[in-house]
Structure formats: structure tokens, C-alpha cells
């Protein structure tokens, strides 16, 4: 497709421009954006985004503008080039692992090295042994071993114990013999593996003198390091299309009783004695749970800036977009409304608005706490309990942070109307590679268990007088409870923001005991009560989210705010809390934790007041979370408004498939007439 | 990647094979699947799905093998190709309309001619003079002109008052100057417009003598009918890609001044007088309003089955998988347990899986009730306030059905785990073509106004006595209400069918008059109750399905299904009503219309309770779906339950990328080395 002609790019768009309704939005709010940016990200992590975002923008093989249109081959090509990029550029300037971790954020799209950077370094450097560091981690730190992390097999996934490969110990030759016995036993899902990595960790199930003794990691190469062709009885590939995820190779892989030498199993937490063939029994799990929390904790804190995309994109363009007037408008005041200004669309958006800051300063609470209790222990000061607390909360809380962010993702995509739709808002296809996350470091429904398990062995403990006060917040809020119950409750949400944190104590107490009762006095079965949990887990995590922002609102830092912030953030705050608990009003009531009355109160008019506080400064929110417009790549939230005019260049010259003639008629052969001028087929 | 090696071929799923799970399942039902098929579709309907399913599958254009694999030229290229194929053979074997229904079913996959089918054709039809059908239908039931229905622009979408694209009658010369005065005129997402269309249906403001009449049809054409070029002062194309969608050429549309004959404005109900320029107004829009309820009709139908593919796929793979040990299994109890068995799985399953039969129900008592009320007005004995009633109803139903079949889905899609975000799972791409549903027709927000407006008139003629005892079903529910206010409700919805359906229509009345509380008597702004009327629409929408589906257990053809598929076809209903009474408890609690005791007792026991009923029956009911594997097209879908050797087909054998070897280091830049065995970069 041509230029557009002359008459075409005369036109502009109509009534008001974006930019105008933009700086609109910008000048009515009162608080301070910058500040509020550096007190969310420190000023020094908003010197890192511009420093980082100043290389990657003046690279052309980061441009995103052809994006959407290519096929699956073609995007990988790309993603290659780029991931191959990135880790030279990482060297000429010396990235460092925050530099890496903002370099991803703006580019923004998973690539081929992903796996290799993340978990094949990090479980080479947290289980081998100094050794195995000299002979496999120090090529994978120079790229000449490129790896991966095989764990998930096509018919086992959450179980791990469930896995099928095997490692047997031949202590004849004093090797491994890795071995795939069945399809189901296949490596599945593997990031980088499917045409990148020429080596992989594979958990396999350790077989030493006919017994097995679990799971274990072992170094595997598995592509030649000159041809990059597959090694003799190994067998594996990408796994095919995905909802998202497509410039990812993640990849399937077999084994047909590949020897591997002594060194290939990570020895630092058990082994096999080569002369023995004896096997050594690892000591505490402690350092894993460690490192899974911290794993948990970042995609808490990154779901608040996932969510947040979709959040600014959603609030500048319903700044702008305009449709129907105000039925009670008087007649006077011509022109269409803004969409935002709706209540229907304010629902939607605001508490989601709301939440990302929710998410965000839990998850800065939860790295926070977890590097102090990490100091404690190391210091021997305790903060044992602390962490046995924060790593089962932290999987709720996984679960909790993930499902918002995706399905938030989602309500912002519909906010935008028909042009959600388009891959140019920039929404949907950045959720559908979010949506994994789901699924991953543990299945959203899976890990409730874990919070659920912990919180009846708690309480249990309560019971017994086992616990004791201060020993952790769980013990503390179940005490607390339990000294109540028979006063009950009188909590005033709607005057009082520490009575907010309190209801929400009281029903996760509340809902505790009551399944603890379930299971102990009913003995039901526990998979009767996986529902329960599940909505325990919800009531837990939601109770920790309020009581970290009510914290951040009391902490020393925040009265360096400008009071007009102050006060939009307290807003906020009551804006989450209060939504939260009008969404889950049936477990607040039947825990007599609020009544009837409070709840329909706070339905009808406090949400609705709320609302309209923070209406005024939607987009000035927005614009705190200090995304570029790079990163966003979207034409719906770009933050100079310029949406009409994006989406037709983006259309009019972009768009490979207005290169193309067809031929219409149902009765011709031909499909294609024309194909960038090229003629085809006959006219 | 040539065939896998012997080792590799001769691999099986380990455990209990797919074929062999299914069969149990099967065996363990004791419902009549043919039996329920036939209830739901008809013989003739189940004859139709064979018989155009063996048309299509001897068809290799139609092979769905290479559908997620291609960039969007190709993909659209394949897509015109089967378009194409699809016309000949209707014409071929003379295919009814309903017979082109099923087709494109089959096909599951929107096409270039997907606007030119339906609503081009249909404005025409409908809204043309015989002398314009002449002259405009009958070239395009021929397929010379390939139309599309050009209303939608960047700039308004819902608002169908505020486009901007002219149509200026010119007396001098009795032309039409159709005219797009600026950039946010430009038609958007317009459907077969991007590439396939010669002309187009235009909504465009009528301006007659200076006077602007509102959005009338014009007929216009766009391309040459020989080069299939953009004709002078045209200019058109399509606007890019979408989440979903990309197999259809949405496309843009600009006009500089373009003239058309006195012909082109269709003017069966309005137009211009030639002579004079008089124009001459619409009578009626009841015929209008009559169409759109029958088109929403056929989105609530289509929302069942929509739904009950994701189900089927789900219900069946999680039948299959396997996963951990039940928690409190015996010892001698070995094996991993069908994740189905877990109640995680089955409180997302299950109640979707009654809903599927909820929403075909009421799709189809929504038709039947069409019809007769049609009927009754054609032969003058009323019908009118049935009408009336069903096209306001139509409005909440269209959003609440498309809503939960598009979350429904998304549910279906997270139930198979990691594997449902594999293309091959054949829910991801399919959801992601549904998704505009819960857009076009009427935004699913927007619509839930026409909801509540319609609620409050009915209201107000109810309490000033205006309105008559058996008018309609809101008349008499409201009526009821009122009546028996004072004296209270006490509903027995765990021990009988008909108070489940009675508690529905009570809340649904208390919200009626308590919202009309606040706009007549507190003067509400109309903006300020919008939320309150969404949930209105819900809540009125859940109580037309829980009343459908409860009549159609009481219909005498049901009497002919065998006993126990009957008291299944009740457990579902009860699991879908209780279900959504548990989900909306709180507006349950607050009407009154049931106790907080009854809520605790549907959510712990009743619900559990018909879970483990519905379960050993759970395959079966998705069999009496009668979807072929072709439609499906899924890997974890399949009736045969080889899940796991079709992933790994689809891997292998499909997948282009696994023809490339590529360059893995970061300091070469070659990328592909080889691709299909050929040398592209050095090695």
C-alpha cells in the first residue's frame, strides 16, 4: 500500500485533540508525580530506566513496529537477534543484574537466552560444588555452554516427585545413565531448550543401587558445540505455538540411555561417593524454600508493574476517547463525554488503579522482610519464624498477585473498547505473554495448600499453646482473634483505616478456625476441603495486601510526601481495601467480622465517593509509574495522546497485508493478484 | 526436522493409556448420551453435523494442521482460499442456510466473506427497495458485489448517533456526496472491508437542505469490479493485526467527497424524494428492534456451545492427566489420581459444564418465544408486550451470556494446566476469536442501560396500576413482589426447584424498585447508578436462565428422555442455580430472599454435594456435545484421549521451526545456520 494520498493526511482528528485532554487530566490533578515516582522507585532505579532505555532505543534491532505481523519463525529470528544483542551490549557497558532485569522490562518480550540467564546459572551456582562451577559454570557465564532447565515432563507437571526420567549409577564405570522410558517422560515446556540451549540441567530421578532416592539435578549436553546438531540418543525440539510466549523456544527432550560422567550431578547438597557408589543425604531444605520466596516476592512486586501497563494504557486512552454525552447533561454543554468519566468504566479502572500500588508495596514489604529475617538468621538473632510465615504466605500471595494482574490485564484490554482488541493497544499480546505465570512457580489453585497447611499448623499450635505472641503476624492475628471471638467485633471501615486491617485479620482468623474445625472435629477429607482452602488462602494473602499498605502509609519515607499525595494514597488504599471487601462481602459477614449494613454502606456510597476522589488525578497516577513509550508500545497509551493518528500510521504503514491484491470472486483460482505491486496471478 | 529415530517412535505414554481413562469414564455413566444429543440438537440437526462434516473433511484446504503456524499474510491467504472453496461447494450441494450455520462451525475460523454473508446481505435484504434489490442484491448474492457494513469509526464506536461520515443530498445533480470531514470519520473494524470487498454498506449522517437527519444506508462502491483497486477519492485497507480475528480483513475507510446516485441510500423505511428533496421519515422501528433480538438470540445459543467446546476439551483432558496421590488414599491405592477427582478442578468444571446446558436452553426458548410473539403480531392477537419484553431482555442476556463464555473459556483453558496454553490445546486461538463477542452487538456494559431503563418503566406502570397481571414475566414478578413485600419470602432452594427459581425473581424485583428508589425518589444522577444497573441486568439475566432452564424440565419431550439422564439434566440444573446463588450471595442476602444460613449450607454442602454427583457423568455429558475431533481440533480434546501422542505429532511433525539450526552464541551473527538442511550462515 502506497502513501496515503494527499487529502488523506490533511485530515485530523475531531473535537478535542488527545493531547489536549492529556494535559487537561495533567493540570487538574494536585500531586506531585515525580515525587511520587521516586518514592515508588527510588531515584536512583529511575536513572537506571533512562540510562538503560537510552541504549536500547538507539539499537534497530529492538524496534517493535513489525511485531505483530510476522509468523512464528520469523518472530524467533528476531527474538535471537536481540537476546544475542542484549548480552553484548550487557558487556560493552557492564550491566549488572538490575540493569538486566530493566533492560528485559523495556524489551519486553520473553527471547532465547531467557532460561539460560535465570535458572541454568542459578542452579549451576546454588547446587554444584566449587569444581563443578570451574568446569560448568564458568562456560555458561561466557556463553559457550548456552543452557536450559528441564524439570516439567509431558505428563507430570506440579509433581515432581511424579517425574519419570531416570539417572541410574553404574558404579562399574562410575557413571549416570540418563534415560527416557516413556513419551510421557518427555522434557516438556522447556525454555530454550526447543533450538537454543547446547547443554540442560534435567532433574531425573536418582537410581543408585536399585533404589530411588528422588529428583536430582544433572549438567547434560545435549547439542554439539561446534555444529549445534543433537548429540546421539538425544532427541528433542520446540514444542510448537503458543497463546504467547512465541519467541521463546520452549522445547521437548528424550533420552535413550545417554552416559553421563561422575561430575555431571550437582553435588553440593547430595551425591553419589564414586567410590562407594554410597548416597548422600542432602541436610535442610531451608536455602530452597529461601530462594523460592525471593522467586515469589519478585512476581508479587512485578505483577504491580504488569498491571500497571494495562492500567496507564486504559486510563490516558478512556481520557480520551469520547462517546454519548451525559443523559443529565444540561443541553448547553455540548460534545461527547469522556469515557472515563463514567462510573461504569471509573469500577472497572480505579480499584485497579488502586492495586497496583497494593501489589507493589507488598511485594518491596515482602523482599524487605525477607532480607531482614535472611540478616537474623545469619547474625543468629532469630527471624526464623518470621520467614517459615513469609514463605507460606508468599505462596498465596503468588497465586493471589498473578491471578490479578492477568485477569486485571484483561479488564483493561475490554476498558479500551472495540480498539482493545487491536495488537496496537498493546495489551493483549503483553497479557497473553504474562499469562503463563499463572501456571508456573507453582499453580495458582496448587500452592493455596501450602498457605492452607501452614495456617491450620498454626493455629493448631495457637490452640495447643504452643505459639507464642510476637513469634510471627499469622500467630499474632489468630491470638488476637481468639481473645475476641466471644466479644465479637465492632470494626468501623468506614471511619477508621486500622479498623480496614483489622476485618480483614478477624474473617482470615475467622475462616481459619473454621476449616481447622472441618478437619480435625469433622475429619473430612482433604480433597473435600480444597475449595475451603483455596478461599483461605484468597482471605490471607488479601488481609497481608491491606496490612502492607497501610503500613507503607505510616512509614518515615512517606511523610516526604507533598499532603495532597499523602491523602490520594490513603484514598487509594480504602479505594483497594474497601472494593476488595465489598467482593468478598459474603465471608466478611457470615465471619461477623462487618454487618450487612456496613457492607451494603459501603457499596452504595463510600466506592462511589471514593471514586470520584480519585478520578482528578487518574492519569496523573499513571504517569507515576513512569512507563516510556517504548516500552509500553502502545498507540492507546502513548502519554502525548496522539492515539487516532498512531493507529492509521500504524495501520496505513506498517501493515504488510495492504501490500497485497486479492482477487475476490468465488469462482477464481486465484488468491493473491498483486503482491507489493508484483503481479501474481491473472487479472 | 526429519522423522524421529526408532527409540523415539517406539516410546508410549506411560501409565493407564488416554483411550483407556475415557473408556472408564464412559462405562461409569449411566445416562443415554444419543439419547441427550438428540434432546439438545434434533435428528435432523445431528444429521446436518455429519453430513457437511464429511463434505469439509474430504476438503484439504480445510485441513487445520497448519493454522497456528503462518504469519498473518498467509494465514489470511488460506482463509480467502477456504472462503472461497466454502461458496462452491454451497452451491454445489445446494446448502441451506442453517447448512452454512454448521459449516462454518466446522470451519471455526472467521472469513474473508464473513460480513458480505450476513450483514451485507442482510441490510440489503432488508432495508432495500425491490428496485434496489434489483439493482444492488441480486449482483451480490451472485458474489459480483462482495459487500461489507461499514458503520463503526475510529472515533465512535457504541454511539451510533455521533459518526461523523456525511451523505449530503445534492438537488442539482440528485447525487449524494459521501464525505469523511476528519481523521476520526475514518470507518474502523469494518469486517471483509481491509481486502475482499468492492463495496460497501456506509452509515453516514443524512444531510438534506442543511438539515442533518441522522445515520442513514448508503450503498457505495469502493474497488474496481476488474482490478479490485481502491476507486478515485477512496481509500481503504486494513487496520492491522488483533489478539484474534486475523484470519478477517477488518478494515478502514475514507471518502473525499465521493458522489452517488439517488439510488444508493437503501429506502425501504426512510428517504429523499428525487423531485423535491423532501425527505421522507421512517415509520416504525419495531422490525428493527425485532432483528437485533433475534441476532442476540443466536449469540446466547452460540455462548452454549462456545462454552461447551472449552468444556469438552477441559472435562476430557483432565480425565486423563494425572497428578499426585490423593492426599488420604490408602497405601495399597497406587497411581496418580485423574486431576478431575480433585474438587479444585470440579468447583471450575462442573458448574460450567451445566452452564453450557443453561444458556442452550434459554438460547433456545429465547427463539421459540421470538417466534410466537411474532406470529401473534403477524396474526393480530397480540404478542407485542412479550416482545417488548424479550428484546429488553435479549439486551442483559447478550451480555451476560458472551461474558461468561468468553471467561468460561479462559477457565476451561487454566483447568488443563500447562498444556492449555499450548496452541494444540485448541481453547487459546478459539477464545481468542471469540473475545469481540462481548464488544460488538452492544458493548456488554453499555447494553445492561437498556436492561435497567426497560426494568424501571415496567416498574413505574406496575406501581401507578398501569400494568396488567399476565402482560409479561417482569410485569408479574414485580407484581408478585410487591404483593408479598411485607409478609417476607421464605424460600426452600435446598429442597425444592421452583423457590430456587421464586428467590431469582425476588432479588431480581427488590433491585428493580430499589434502584428506581434512587433515581425517582433520591434523584440520583443517571451516571451515578450505572453500576447498580449492571448488577440489575446480571441479576435479572440470571434469573431468565435459571427460569429457562427450569421450564425446560418441565417440557412434555423432556418426559421422553430416560430417568436418570432426566435427574441428571436436574442435578445440573441445581448445581448451575446454586452455583450463581452462592457467587452473588451477598445481593441474595440483602433482597432477603434467602438466609445467610442458607448461603453457608448451598457453599459448604449442597454444591459439594452435586459436584459429586454430576462427576462420574462429567464425560458422558460433554459426549452428548457432539463435537467432531475435526472441529475441535485439539490435542487434549480429543474422543479418543491420545493426548499425549498427538502433542507430540503436533511437535514434531507440525512445527516449522523445528526445520531451523541456529547459531546459539551471542558473539556470531549468524542466526539461522540451516534451515530445512540448506546452509544459510557459515558454521
Redesign the interface.
Known sequence: ?ST??Q??QA?????PQGHELLAQERAKSTINVDQLSTFLFTKTGLERKQRILKILESEKVFDKSQN???????R??RA??R??RL??LAQEHGFSQDDMMVANDIVSEPG??GLHESMFLLTLRDQGTPEQHEKFLKPALE??Y?GCYAQ?E??????VR?L?TTATWNQEDKTFTIH???????K??IGSL?????HAVVMAQLIVNGKNRGPHPFVVQIRDL????LLE?V?A?????????NTM?NG?L?F?KVKVPHISMLARFSSVAPSSGEYIQPKSASLVYGSMTWVRSTIVLQAGSVLARGVTIATRYCSI????Q???APEWEKG?NQVI?????Q?RLLPLLATTFALHFTGSAMMAMYTASMEKMRSGTGGGGMLADLHATSCGLKSLASHTAAEGLEVC??AC??HG????SGI??FY?DY??T???EG?N?MLTQQVARYLLKTARAVLSGKAKKNQNDTVDILMNYLARQDQGCAFDILGNDSDIVAAFAWRSAFLTFDALKRRDEQKR????????F?RLSRAHSQYFIVKNFHDTLTQPNFKNLDASTRELLHDLFRLYALNTL?QE??EF??SAAVT?RQ??LTR?TAI?ALLEKVRPHAVALVDAWAFSDFQLDSSLGRADGKV??D??R???T?????K?????????KV???KVDGVVKGK?
Chains 1, 2 share one sequence.
Open positions: 500500500m496515503p494520498p487529502w488523506v485530515l485530523r482528528p475531531s473535537g505483530y505481523f510476522s509468523g512464528r519463525v520469523d524467533f529470528e535471537l537477534a537476546s544475542k548480552r553484548q532465547p537466552y556463553y559457550r548456552i516439567t509431558l505428563g507430570h507437571g506440579s509433581n511424579g519419570e527416557s522410558p516413556s513419551l510421557t517422560a518427555s516438556w515446556w526447543g533450538r537454543t540451549a547446547n561446534e555444529t549445534h546438531e540418543n532427541y525440539g520446540d514444542i510448537g505455538p503458543k497463546f504467547g510466549y523456544d521437548f528424550l535413550n476517547r469520547r462517546q454519548f451525559d443523559r443529565d461527547e468519566n463514567y462510573t461504569t468504566v469500577i484490554r475490554r473498547g472495540g482488541y487491536s495488537s496496537f493483549g499480546p497473553a499469562l503463563p499463572v501456571t508456573w499453580d489453585y477429607s482433604w480433597n473435600s476441603l480444597l475449595v475451603d483455596y465489598e462481602g459474603s459477614y457470615t450487612v457492607i451494603q452504595s462511589m487516532y493518528e493507529m492509521f500504524c495501520a496505513t506498517l501493515n504488510p497485508l495492504n497485497v491484491t486479492v482477487d475476490p470472486y468465488p469462482d477464481s488468491l493473491f493478484r487479472l
